[in-house]
């Protein structure tokens, strides 16, 4: 069974960074992509960034520019590079991981980001 665990998050200052981990397990082969999107109080999830099993990447416009993702296939796992920070990246970060098995992906139960002074 596949496991997905985020990690992190935190609190930081506007123009601060963070880096995010999406770490799969219960997996050796089959992963297509993963996934970070965000959710922020009131708003809808929304995709944030995407690479997929050959390196292909994809970035929403409001984070071009000053987030990158990137992937450690041995690892299984997916970074979220996030620079430049501001107060409307404020949100719960989720990583999904879709599968050769589950199309629709499997979800990790989210890391908060919080960009304040």
């Known amino acids: 069974q596949v496991q997905v665990v985020e990690s992190g998050g935190g609190l930081v200052q506007p123009g601060g960074s963070l880096r995010l981990s999406c770490a799969a397990s219960g997996i050796n082969f089959g992963i297509t992509a993963m996934e970070w999107y965000r959710q922020a109080p009131g708003n809808q999830r929304e995709l944030v960034a995407t690479?997929?099993?050959?390196?292909?990447?994809n970035l929403a416009d409001s984070v071009k520019g000053r987030f990158t993702i990137s992937r450690d296939n041995a690892k299984n796992t997916a970074y979220l590079q996030m620079n430049s920070l501001k107060a409307e990246d404020t949100a719960v970060y989720y990583c999904n991981v879709r599968t050769v098995f589950r199309k629709a992906g499997v979800w990790g139960q989210g890391t908060q980001v919080t960009v304040s002074s």
């Open positions: 690479v997929t099993s050959d390196g292909s990447t």
